[in-house]
C-alpha cells in the first residue's frame, strides 16, 4: 500500500476549525501552526516510509508461536524500534516519567497515520499506553516509578486481560483468581483469551494488567481486583529478572490484524501486585475506557481512510467505459472510473464520513484534554456520553466505507495481492473489540444517557442548536438537514424516555439506533463547524481556495446523503421493539 | 458448520403462497407437496451431511497448482460424485441430453441448499449450468449432442472467460483474438483472469467459453464472439483427447470461497469452436445473464442463511448477562444471549431478510418458467427488470446481514476456528462477480427501466398496488408500508426520468438508490404475499400455528424496521448529483 498523511486536513482541524493555540488549556499555547505541522509532519512520514510498507507484510506472515515465544512478523520489530526511538509512544506521557507532557490531541492526532499505515503494529502502542494510563492513574508511587518509564518508552508493553472462554462482555463470570501471599503479592492462576500483544518480540518485557477475583469480594463484578503481572518479574534494580509463571499458549488465527499477536494466556500461580483498591477492579477498568474507545474509534476511520485513498488512485488510474455526457479523454480507448456517478458517490461517501469522523475525534480529545488538564467537569460528562458513540458508530461506519471502497476496486479488490482485502479484514475487528458494538449501544442508553438526569444530552442538543445559530442566513440551508436530525434526536429520546419506563426491552431494541442517530448528528456538528471555518476563510482570502471548496461540496455531501439517516433512525425506535421480542426463542 | 435445511419454508413458499401445482405451466402439475418435500429432503440430506461439513476444508485448503494442474481440497472430489451421482447437476436440462426436465423454479430450490452449505463447492455446478444453457440455446445440433449430455451430468465442468487483466466491465477492450483456421475452427490467443474453476480435478474435461474478437467485427462489444475452447478436444468417439493450448497459470490468494479455484488462463492458439454467430458473442452472453444473476443474488441470501442458523445457536447457547427485565435463567449464572433485545433485533432483521430474498428468488425462478415453458412476453420482461434487483440487492443485503451475523458471535466470530469470518469472506464476492452492484444498478436505471416505454415497471406497481388492494381491511395496516414505499418508488422513477433527460449524471448518481429502494418494495411485496398466506391457513385452521404465527411477525418486523428504508433511498434520489458530480477529480 501507499499512505499519504492528510497533512493539510490535519492543519485546518487543528487552527481552522479548533483554533487549539487559542484555547485557554494548560499546555496548549504552544500549539501553533508551525509547531503542529513539524510533528505531524514527521509522524506522516514514518508512517508513511516504515510503517505503511509492512502493513501487507503483517497480515501475509502473521505470528506465529515457537517454542514458547510469539514471533512477529519481519521487519515489525526494526518499525517498532523507530517508533521508540522518536519517542513517539510518550508523546503525552508525564515529562518526570520520560513523556513530553504534551496535550491528548496531539497524541490522538499522531496517531492516525499510525493506524491507517498500520493498524496492527499501532497495537502495541495503544495497549502499552493503556498500561501506562492504568498505573499512572491507580498505581502507588512504587509502582509509577518502577513500571511508568518503561511503559512511555515501549522499553516494555503492556497488554489488557479480561476475557475468558466463559466471559466476555459479562466480566462478572470471570473464574480467574488472585490469591494473596505472605509476601504482600498475589498468585494469579487462570486462563484469558483474545489477548492483544499477549506474547511477542518486540520488548524485553511485558505487563499484563490482569482482571481476577481475590478472596471475599462477593458475587459478578463486585469481586475483581486488577493485578499487575509482568512476564519478567523485575529486580531489585528494576531489570527483567525472573519468568514468572504466565505464558502464551496459543496465538489465534484471525480473520484480519495478523500483525498483532491475539494470545491465549494461562496464568499457573503467577507473582501478581494488585493495582489500585482491592475489589475495585472494575472501576479502575473504567477510567481507562475514554481513551481506549477513542482509538478504536479512530481505528474504524483511519482504516477507512487508508482504504479510500487506495480506491481513490484506483478511480484515477483504472480505465473502463466512458462517462455518461461523453468520452471524457478520447485520445484513450476508455475513461477512468472516476467519471462514472456511482463511483464518485462511494468515493464522496467515504470522504465526508472520514473527514467528519476526524473531526469529532479531535474534538473529543480536546474535551478529554479540557476534562484532564482544567477539571472541567462538563467536559468530562460530555466526552464521556460521546464515547460509545464515536466508539460504535465510527467502527460501524468505518467498516461499510472500507467495504465501499474496496468495491471500487472490482474483482481486483478481493485479490490478497491488493491491500483492499486487508483494509476490510482489518477494520471488522473495530466493531467487536473494546466493547461490541451493542454494549457501547447498551452503555450510551442504560449508563450514559440517564446519567444526572440526562444532564449531558441536553448540554450536547443545545450545542447543536447553538451551533446552528451561530452562522449567518447564508448557512440557514446548510444546517437545516441539521435541524431536522436534532429534532429527531430530541423526539427519540422522548419515545426511550417513554419506553424505558414502561417496557425497558422495548427501548433496549432501539438502543442502536439511538447511537447511529445520535453519531449522525454529532457528524452534521462537525460539518457545519467545518464548513463554516471554510467560509470564513474563503470570505478572508485565506488558504487554499481549492482545498476549502472542497470541504464545502463534501460537508453537503454528508448533509443531503447521510443526515437523511436519522429519520429512519427515529423511525425505527418509535416502531418499539414489539417485533423485536415476540418471537418464542425457539421460533428463531 | 451444522446446517439444517428450511424445508418448511420452502414447502410454506411453493405450496402455499406460489402454490405452484395449481399454476398452469408445462411441468408443474407434476410438483406436489408431496414430491418437492421429497426432493428438497434429499437435497437437505447431502447438503447437511456432505457438503457442509466441506465448507471449512475448503477454506482452509483451498486450491493450488501443481505441475500444471489444479488441485481441489480434500473431499471435494467424492462429494462432486455425490451430486453427479444423484443427478443434481441436471434436474432442469432437456431429458434428451440426460436431465430430468423438471422446471427452473425446481433447480433454483434445490441449489439454496447447495449454496448454504458450501457455496465454494457449488459454483462448480453453477458454472457448468450456465455453459450448458449457452451452448443449449446457441449451440448447433452437433455442439449440443456432443457437449450437452456432458455437461448435464458434469462429467465435464464449464466455465465462462470474460474477464482479461485491462477489461472487465468494458468487454469492448477485449484483445484476446480468434482466427480462422482452414478445417473451420478458430485458434484462440489471450490471457483471461478471474475464470472461476479454469482448472481442476474434479473432472475429465473443462469446456471453456471465451469471449474473443474475430477478424471483421468492428470496434468495442460489436466484434466479440463466443468460442467453445475445451480443454481436452473431443475424439471422433467424443472422449477427451488431445490436450488443447489452453493453462491455468496462476490460481489466484483469494479473501474468500478458497475452494473455488479462480484462474488466470492463457490461450496460445487454442482450438475453439465458434458458438452461436459470429460477431454476436455479447448477445450470446447476454441470454445467459438471468440465470447466472439469479444464481448469485441466491448467494447473497443462502450465505446470509447459513451465518444467521450459526448466529441463533450461538445466541440460544452463550450466556452472556442478564435479561433486564429480570433473570430468565436463574438456575444459571447467566441468560442465554437471546434475552438481549439487541441480538434480537439483529436476528430479526437477518430472518425477515432472508425469508424475503428467499420468496423473491423463488418467485422470479417462477416467472422465467413462465417466459420459457409458456412463452410469456410479460413475465419475461418483468423478471429482466427484478433480476439485476434481485443480484444487487440481496447480495449488498445479504453481505451486511451475514456480517451482523457475525457480530453475534463477539470476539469468537473474528476467530478463524469458527465459522463466522468464511462467511463474511465468501459472502463479499457475490457484490463483485456477475456484474458488480454498481453495474447492476446502471443495467437497471439505463437498460432496463426505459425499455418499451417503462412498461415493465409500470406492470411492477400494477402489481404492488393489486396485491395491496386484494386482501381484506385486516391487512390495512399491515401494508400501509408497502403503498408508501411504491408511492417513494414511483416519485423516485418521476425524478429519475426528469434528471435523466436534463443531466444523465444526475440520475446516475441516484443509480444505486433506485435500485435499493426497488428491492425494498419488491421485499414489501414478498411478505405482504407471504403474510396473507400465512393468515389464510391460521384462519382455516391449516398448517403450523407456531410457524405461521412466526411469519406475522417476521414479516410486521420488515415492514416496520426495513421498509422505511425507502423514504431514506428517496431523499438521496431527489437530492440529485449535485454534490457527487462537483468535485475536480484531483481534489479528492
Redesign the interface.
Known amino acids: 500500500m501507499t499512505y499519504q498523511t492528510p497533512l493539510a486536513d490535519f492543519d485546518f482541524l487543528l487552527h481552522r476549525v479548533l483554533k487549539i493555540s487559542t484555547q485557554d488549556i494548560p499546555g496548549y499555547a504552544d500549539l501553533d501552526p508551525g509547531f503542529t505541522a513539524a510533528i505531524l509532519g514527521e509522524a506522516g512520514k514514518l508512517s508513511e516510509q516504515v510503517l505503511a510498507p509492512l502493513n501487507a507484510v503483517g497480515d501475509r506472515e502473521g505470528c506465529r508461536l515457537e517454542n514458547g515465544v510469539v514471533r512477529t512478523p519481519a521487519g515489525f520489530r526494526a518499525a517498532f524500534d523507530a517508533l521508540r526511538d522518536g519517542g513517539w509512544t510518550a508523546l503525552d506521557c508525564a515529562p518526570e516519567f520520560g513523556g513530553q507532557g504534551l496535550p491528548s490531541l496531539m497524541h490522538t492526532a499522531i496517531n492516525e497515520p499510525f493506524v491507517s499505515a498500520n493498524m496492527a503494529l499501532n497495537m502495541f502502542l495503544g495497549l502499552t499506553h493503556g498500561a501506562y494510563s492504568a498505573i499512572a492513574t491507580h498505581g502507588s508511587a512504587e509502582q509509577k516509578a518502577l513500571f511508568l518509564p518503561k511503559l512511555a518508552s515501549c522499553q516494555w508493553t503492556g497488554t489488557m486481560n479480561l476475557?475468558e472462554p466463559?466471559?466476555?462482555?459479562?466480566l462478572?463470570?470471570i473464574r480467574t483468581r488472585a490469591e494473596p501471599a505472605a509476601d504482600g503479592t498475589w498468585r494469579i492462576t487462570g486462563t484469558k483469551?483474545?489477548i492483544s500483544a499477549g506474547d511477542h518480540d518486540l520488548a524485553e518485557n511485558i505487563i499484563h494488567l490482569v482482571l481476577a477475583k481475590a478472596p471475599g469480594g462477593g458475587e459478578g463484578t463486585k469481586g475483581i481486583s486488577l493485578f499487575i503481572v509482568p512476564k519478567f518479574l523485575p529486580d531489585a534494580a528494576g531489570n527483567p529478572g525472573a519468568l514468572n509463571a504466565v505464558q502464551a499458549l496459543k496465538v489465534?488465527?484471525?480473520?484480519?490484524i495478523h500483525g498483532s499477536p491475539t494470545c491465549q494466556m494461562a496464568y499457573d500461580g503467577a507473582t501478581g501486585f494488585l493495582l489500585g483498591d482491592l475489589h475495585k477492579g472494575m472501576r479502575a477498568m473504567f477510567t481507562m475506557m475514554n481513551e481506549a474507545r477513542l482509538g478504536v474509534g479512530m481505528q474504524g476511520y483511519a482504516v477507512a481512510e487508508a482504504a479510500y485513498q487506495a480506491a481513490?488512485a484506483y478511480?484515477?488510474d483504472r480505465?473502463?467505459?466512458r462517462?455518461?455526457?461523453g468520452a471524457a479523454d478520447p485520445t484513450q480507448?476508455?475513461d477512468?472510473l472516476?467519471v462514472?456517478?456511482?463511483?464518485?458517490?462511494?468515493?464522496?461517501d467515504q470522504?465526508s464520513f472520514i473527514e467528519a469522523a476526524r473531526a469529532f475525534t479531535f474534538w473529543s480529545a480536546n474535551l478529554i484534554d479540557r476534562a484532564h488538564r482544567l477539571g472541567q467537569a462538563d467536559a468530562d460528562a460530555l466526552v464521556s456520553l460521546l464515547i460509545p458513540v464515536l466508539k460504535g458508530f465510527q467502527t460501524d461506519m468505518g467498516?461499510q466505507m472500507t467495504?465501499q471502497a474496496?468495491?471500487i476496486w472490482?474483482?481486483h479488490?478481493?485479490?490478497?495481492?491488493n491491500p483492499m482485502?486487508q483494509f476490510?479484514?482489518d477494520a471488522?475487528?473495530a466493531?467487536?473489540?473494546e466493547g461490541?458494538?451493542?454494549v457501547q449501544?447498551?452503555d450510551l442508553l442504560g449508563r450514559k444517557l440517564p446519567a444526572e438526569g440526562g444532564r449531558a444530552v441536553q448540554a450536547f442538543l443545545a450545542l447543536v442548536q447553538t451551533e446552528c445559530q451561530a452562522h449567518g442566513p447564508e448557512m440557514d440551508a446548510f444546517t437545516a438537514p441539521l435541524k431536522q436530525a436534532s429534532k429527531a434526536l430530541a423526539a427519540a429520546l422522548g419515545t426511550l424516555m417513554e419506553q424505558g419506563a414502561r417496557d425497558?426491552?422495548?427501548a433496549?431494541?432501539g438502543?442502536?439506533d439511538l447511537l447511529h442517530l445520535m453519531g449522525h448528528v454529532a457528524f452534521g456538528l462537525m460539518w457545519t463547524r467545518m464548513v463554516a471555518a471554510a467560509q470564513a476563510d474563503l470570505a478572508a482570502g485565506a488558504g487554499d481556495a481549492?482545498?476549502l471548496?472542497?470541504k464545502l461540496?463534501?460537508g453537503?455531501?454528508y448533509m443531503?446523503?447521510h443526515l437523511?439517516?436519522s429519520?429512519?433512525h427515529l423511525?425505527?425506535i418509535q416502531?418499539g421493539?414489539?417485533?423485536?421480542?415476540?418471537?418464542?426463542?425457539q421460533?428463531?
Open positions: 476475557t466463559q466471559c466476555g462482555t459479562d462478572g463470570l483469551i483474545f489465534e488465527h484471525k480473520m484480519g481513490r478511480a484515477l480505465r473502463q467505459g462517462a455518461a455526457t480507448p476508455a477512468p472516476i462514472h456517478p456511482d463511483i464518485r458517490r462511494m468515493l464522496m470522504k467498516f467495504v474496496q468495491q472490482g474483482g479488490g478481493y485479490i490478497e495481492d482485502s476490510v479484514r471488522r475487528i466493531m467487536i473489540y461490541a458494538n451493542g449501544a447498551l425497558p426491552d422495548s433496549l431494541a438502543s442502536t481549492a482545498f471548496r472542497a461540496i463534501t453537503q455531501h443531503t446523503r437523511p439517516l429519520a429512519l423511525a425505527r416502531s421493539g414489539e417485533t423485536t421480542m415476540a418471537l418464542d426463542p421460533a428463531f
